[in-house]
């Protein structure tokens, strides 16, 4: 199959420019999702930075583009301003080859009324946060009524970020007519069910990104019975995961040996499905937030779980079903990055280990259990959960923590992790080390005491929620 974008239905003058640009083949994600964004087809691409993913919705975006019609017709949404002015900068060298086009970005961090002004003298295609995005239609500054094609760039991350319900309201505004092209890192089940009313009859392109990709190491320990619980603590110990997943086969097990690894050190909490709601839905988002770097589960418990970047997971005991371990394996090394699954066994595990062996058509790969390290173990977590009480009722959006965290609390982008708001409440995750101080900045000079923080021109309670 050729990958010369000569192949590609483009007019001579495009295509020329795509060869000064140095565009002389395609990317796999590109030759796998540009005939079909070509067509008009809706695309669910699983890709990652690096991939030549701009280029693969921005062909598509500029071949459909009139440029004597003034009016916005395409739409980029992205997590990051970063992000946005990068792929503004690759969509204007694309757009060399059509004409006299004009691509805007509107992101938060920067004052509204230029903007304003720049959206007064028309635009093409408009690159852009959701937050900012959402604020200009708010405002009525922004129509996307003629948007021809939407564009949802790492959709996992937006998700991630708690911007969902804005790009739900940005595609509203869209024309139902429009093609939709999601990109996204990995695809779990919670974005899969929530971006389904956005997209019509999606064809879902994975190319050396999709789980089939997946390289996961596969290790396997025999101890006795009574040394099982120790062992697991040696190989987070040894291994030093950012993220892991320790399953047990009962619920028991599960609460003794969270309770273990906790005595010595580990930021741990259980998993299991008598769990109240309450803890189930706090547990998770903790370990969502990188805020508990070791979740103790059942099967039952982590149904439906699907965690990006899992560094481990952990078999403390053997399930009964090799097709249940298969499962709990393929939690680590998602989108084609590399993942590590080790079994800790005991002597009767060994005929499950043998079903393993059959279904997988390999041996089992054993090795011997390492020394426990004379290091101290991890301690907590990488990141603080900031919980916040105010939530969606209070209108507070996930742009109006960020300007917060990243203005009067003087953080960095990168210092502020996942944000979830519910109805009454909202979860921020924060850097460890920078957490303390950026909680003091937010209360300075509150009228109502130090644990209320300013947002959005109001002061909420807030407080920090520990593993």
């Known amino acids: 199959m050729s990958t010369s ?17 140095g565009y002389h083949a395609m990317t796999p994600v590109q030759a796998a999702s540009l005939p079909h964004a070509l067509a008009g087809r809706d695309l669910i691409v699983q890709a990652h930075t690096g991939s030549g993913k701009t280029a693969s919705f921005g062909i598509g975006m500029l071949h459909r583009l009139n440029p004597a019609l003034f009016s916005v017709q395409g739409l980029v949404l992205c997590p990051t301003r970063e992000l946005a002015d990068q792929v503004a900068g690759e ?3 694309l757009a060399r080859g059509v004409g006299n086009v ?20 028309g635009a093409h295609i408009v690159v852009g946060t959701p937050g900012r995005i959402r604020d200009h239609l708010g405002k009525r500054t922004l129509d996307l009524k003629r948007v021809n094609t939407l564009v949802l760039d790492e959709a996992d991350r937006m998700t991630d970020m708690g911007f969902y319900e804005d790009i739900a309201a940005i595609a509203g505004d869209c024309p139902a007519w429009r093609q939709t092209l999601l990109y996204s ?6 974005i899969r069910a929530a971006t389904a009313a956005l997209l019509r009859d999606p064809l879902e392109v994975a190319v050396e990104g999709g789980q089939q990709a997946a390289r996961i190491e596969q290790r396997f320990y025999e101890v ?4 099982r619980d120790a062992a697991v603590a040696t190989l987070l110990a040894s291994l030093r995961p950012t993220s892991a997943i320790v399953f047990c086969n009962t619920k028991a097990h599960c609460e003794e040996l969270a309770a273990a690894l906790r005595a010595q050190g580990f930021s741990a909490r259980a998993l299991f499905g008598e769990l109240e709601q309450r803890e189930r839905d706090e547990t998770l988002l903790l370990f ?37 371990y298969v499962h709990r394996v393929g939690r680590t090394g998602r989108a084609g990055s590399e993942g590590l ?22 041996p089992a790969q054993w090795h011997p259990l390492p020394s426990p390290p004379d290091a101290a173990p991890p301690g907590p977590a990488p990141m603080v959960t900031l919980c916040i009480a105010g939530g969606k009722k209070d209108k507070l959006r996930p742009a109006d923590l960020l300007g917060a965290l990243t203005g009067e609390a003087g953080l960095t982008r990168e210092q502020v992790g996942k944000i979830d708001i519910t109805q009454f409440a909202s979860y921020v995750a924060l850097a460890r080390p920078a957490a303390a101080h950026a909680f003091e900045r937010l209360a300075a000079g509150s009228p109502l005491g130090p644990e209320y923080g300013a947002f959005k021109g109001r002061y909420f309670r807030m407080r920090f929620i520990e593993a």
């Open 341 to 362: 699954a080790v079994s800790v066994c005991t002597p009767g595990d060994k005929k499950w280990v043998a079903r393993v062996e059959e279904l997988q058509g390999s």
């Open 185 to 190: 890192a990995t695809y779990p089940d919670d």
């Open 5 to 21: 974008f000569s192949t590609l239905p483009l007019a001579a003058r495009f295509l020329s420019n795509l060869n000064n640009l």
């Open 288 to 324: 969502a937030h990188r805020s508990c770097q070791v979740l103790v589960a059942t099967d039952v418990a982590a149904r439906g779980l699907d965690i990006a970047d899992l560094d481990l997971v952990i078999n403390a005991g053997m399930p009964k079903d090799a097709e249940v």
């Open 102 to 121: 004009k691509i805007l970005t509107l992101t938060g961090g920067v004052a509204f009324r230029p903007q304003v002004a720049s959206l007064e003298h």
């Open 91 to 93: 969509l204007r060298r």
């Open 224 to 227: 006795d019975v009574d040394a």
